[in-house]
């Protein structure tokens, strides 16, 4: 699976858009992009995912670049409930084991501020 | 159920102890995971079933640790003679089917200590 890369981590006033960026520079034509959170002791969240469209629900958008090496999610108006690590991840549609798994950095924590 | 559970949700063991970690995943759901989560780092692949078909181990540090799903509804994770290292909070996510479009449903972890 490709490699990500994220900032380890980032600040955003309260009912401020926040905007995550993602660095999948190897990624192959049928990777996936995928978000998840995680708040404090809890699992991982689904937030949203992507091939090559941009996306958007009620939790976010997902913008893809072109050359799909880079994306960014956004959160249009941030809350302190939105305090949490934000993973981003690729994976391929199928894995030569027949397994389809997550591998996950470290993330990028995000600190909403009152 | 609504999500995905596990029990207990917190074990404190003495080095050397067996353990036995559970996950009901969502009913229905096809594929399971357990992921292992360090303090401070991403969770960590582990193991995966399509059903009851292990299809990828390749995550288990060791032979101590073992994962079963026999009826290809809930799952164990077992942890033979239990190190420091194996100290972790341990996940277990479902997905109805295996696809790329079939996001993963997180249970809250079983948090390990051991001592």
């Known amino acids: 699976d490709a490699k990500t890369t994220q900032p380890t981590s980032m600040d955003c006033a309260e009912g401020r858009a926040a905007n995550l960026p993602c660095n999948h520079s190897t990624i192959s034509g049928n990777e996936y992009v995928y978000w998840y959170r995680q708040i404090h002791s809890q699992g991982p969240q689904y937030i949203i995912h992507?091939?090559?469209n941009n996306e958007t629900n009620e939790m976010a958008s997902l913008i893809i670049t072109e050359d799909r090496k880079s994306s960014t999610l956004i959160l249009p108006h941030a809350t302190l409930r939105d305090t949490a690590v934000y993973y981003c991840i690729v994976r391929a549609h199928r894995t030569t084991s027949g397994t389809y798994k997550y591998i996950f950095g470290t993330g990028t924590r995000l600190k909403v501020l009152a | 159920g609504a999500g995905v559970s596990q029990s207990p949700r917190y074990k404190v063991a003495k080095r050397g102890q067996d353990v036995a970690l559970r996950c009901d995943p969502i009913s229905g759901h096809v594929s399971l995971f357990w992921y292992q989560q360090a303090l401070g780092q991403g969770p960590e692949f582990l193991t995966y079933?399509?059903?009851?078909?292990?299809?990828?181990k390749s995550g288990l540090p060791s032979d101590r640790f073992f994962a079963e799903r026999p009826e290809g509804s809930v799952s164990t994770l077992k942890i033979q003679r239990t190190q420091q290292e194996d100290s972790a909070v341990y996940l277990c996510a479902s997905s109805l089917k295996p696809g790329p479009n079939y996001g993963y449903t997180f249970g809250s972890g079983t948090r390990l200590t051991v001592v």
């Open positions: 992507g091939l090559k």
């Open positions: 079933f399509q059903n009851e078909a292990q299809l990828d």
